[in-house]
């Protein structure tokens, strides 16, 4: 090789280098984005995941075969409505005794 070529080929090499510290420079920045990019679809799919059992939970709930509320409105509809009605009775005149003895103890009446 002459000196011309040498002189040549320096220059060659310098602008190889520079182009390599370019995609260097280039690359890392590329990983550096996919690693947030990863980052980022690991909350996609636990966002995902936790939004799946929200709705599942809702359907447990709102299922209208075996939810939460059919079950609740099926044990409403069996409620035994006239031993409820008697109980009741039997606590409105038990409040009513009650009252009329505070009453007579204070000697109000």
């Not at 996609?44 to 939970?57: L, M, R």
Request: glycine letters at 4%; proline letters at 3%; hydrophobic letters at 40%.
């Amino acid at each position: 090789m002459t000196r011309e070529e040498e002189g040549a080929v320096g220059p060659r090499i310098q602008n190889i280098e520079t182009t390599l510290t370019r995609h260097t420079q280039m690359l890392s920045t590329i990983n550096e984005t996919l690693s947030k990019i990863a980052v980022q679809d690991q909350r996609i799919n636990q966002a995902e995941k936790d939004i799946a059992g929200f709705k599942d939970s809702l359907d447990k709930i709102f299922d209208p075969e075996t939810g939460t509320i059919q079950r609740l409105s099926y044990f409403q509809a069996t409620c035994p409505r006239n031993q409820i009605k008697w109980l009741w009775s039997i606590v409105l005149s038990t409040d009513l005794v009650l009252l009329s003895l505070a009453a007579k103890i204070v000697g109000l009446y």
